[in-house]
């Protein structure tokens, strides 16, 4: 069974930074695509980032790009987003999810970030 | 980058009622590959239809998908009191994967 455990989130002032983790387990985590996808209050969901398998490919959404590095250990099985110059509008649940080209998502439960002063 | 329109924005359905929700694609979308997902209040989104008309494991058969190309229709034939919820459909054919504006679907 795929599982996906997010961690890292907390309150932060604007400006700052936070690293988000997703230990990954119940699949072959290097065989997958893993993305990052958060959900304002109340809002829709928005694809963050993205990485393939092997790291060779990464991409983000307009919004966060130059801010914020998706990476991955494929020896540990995890996930990272690291957030720097964090915004008030970057205020969401953060999801990581399983998934990719031509492969639905798994989600995990999400992890809370607020940022305000 | 594929939009994915959905509508109505929210539908207001009684049990037993048949809800149909709408995805419509600026771009055919390779393959099939649209997926529906339900989220409830404080939860995960949870897949219900990938391949455009597939059900995930442990989704009730009253959950039916259909539609190529650039439409596509979730159903869901009898409305349960736990099915309210927000459904979402998303392309995962063409990077970048993208995600409709999502369906309210609540109780009259």
């Known amino acids: 069974e795929v599982e996906l455990m997010e961690s890292g989130g907390a309150f932060i002032q604007p400006g700052g930074s936070l690293r988000l983790s997703c230990a990954a387990s119940?699949?072959?985590?290097?065989?997958?695509?893993m993305y990052w996808v958060r959900q304002a209050p109340g809002k829709g969901l928005e694809r963050v980032s993205g990485i393939s398998g092997n790291s060779g490919s990464i991409n983000y959404a307009d919004s966060v790009k130059g801010r914020f590095t998706i990476s991955r250990d494929n020896s540990k099985n995890i996930l990272y987003l690291q957030m720097n110059s964090l915004r008030a509008e970057d205020t969401a649940v953060y999801y990581c999810?399983?998934?990719?080209?031509?492969?639905?998502?798994?989600w995990g439960q999400g992890t809370l970030v607020t940022v305000s002063s | 980058e594929i939009v994915l329109t959905q509508s109505p924005g929210t539908l207001s359905l009684s049990p037993g009622e048949r809800a149909t929700l709408s995805c419509r694609a600026s771009?055919?979308?390779?393959?099939?590959?649209l997926a529906w997902y339900q989220q409830k209040p404080g939860q995960a989104p949870r897949l219900l239809i990938y391949?455009?008309?597939s059900r995930a494991t442990g989704i009730p058969d009253r959950f039916s998908g259909t539609g190529s190309g650039t439409d596509f229709t979730l159903t869901i034939s009898g409305l349960e009191p736990e099915d309210f919820a927000v459904y979402y459909c998303?392309?995962?054919?063409?990077?970048?994967?993208?995600f409709g504006g999502g369906t309210k679907v609540e109780i009259k």
């Open positions: 998303q392309q995962y054919g063409s990077p970048p994967l993208t």
């Open positions: 771009q055919s979308v390779s393959s099939s590959y």
């Open positions: 119940g699949f072959n985590f290097n065989g997958y695509s």
């Open positions: 391949g455009a008309s």
């Open positions: 999810a399983k998934g990719g080209i031509g492969v639905p998502f798994d």
